[in-house]
Every structure is written in C-alpha cells, then in structure tokens.
C-alpha cells in the first residue's frame, strides 16, 4: 500500500483520471476541499474512508495503489 506523498499522489492522480474535481471528491467524501488536499500533499486520509476511497476508484488499475516492488510481472 502506498503511504506519505506517494498516497497523495495516487489519490490526485485518480482523481484526475476519473474526471473528478476536488470540490467533487470532497463532496462525496462529506469533507471540506481543503481536506482533500491534505490528502493529496501530505498523503493522510483518515482510515475509516480508505474502503470508500477504494469503492469510489475501483474502476481504475489496482496498480496505482501498490508500489512498483510490490508487483508481481
């Protein structure tokens, strides 16, 4: 699992990716915006949102989320 800045840049790059602003993202999540890029520069969510983190992103490729040395190829 990605951890520290690499999480926050998993979390943006997803987020881009889907189409999702931040303000959305924050929305769903029932966050402020300011809070969602806490996630995105510090890379700290609170673990209770990790499963719908996981949920709302599910579509894309699980190897976002696990870092290359994690991989089997």
């Avoid at 699992?1 to 999702?20: S, V």
């Avoid at 300011?34 to 673990?47: A, F, H, L, M």
């Avoid at 699980?62 to 991989?71: A, D, E, F, G, V």
């Amino acid at each position: 699992m990605l951890t520290g800045k690499a999480l926050g840049a998993a979390i943006d790059a997803a987020r881009k990716k889907k189409g999702c602003t931040k303000k959305a993202l924050a929305a769903h999540f029932g966050v402020k915006p300011p809070s969602v890029q806490d996630w995105v520069n510090r890379g700290t969510i609170d673990k209770e949102k990790l499963p719908e983190l996981w949920r709302f992103f599910s579509a894309l490729r699980i190897s976002m989320w696990i870092p290359s040395k994690c991989l089997i190829v």
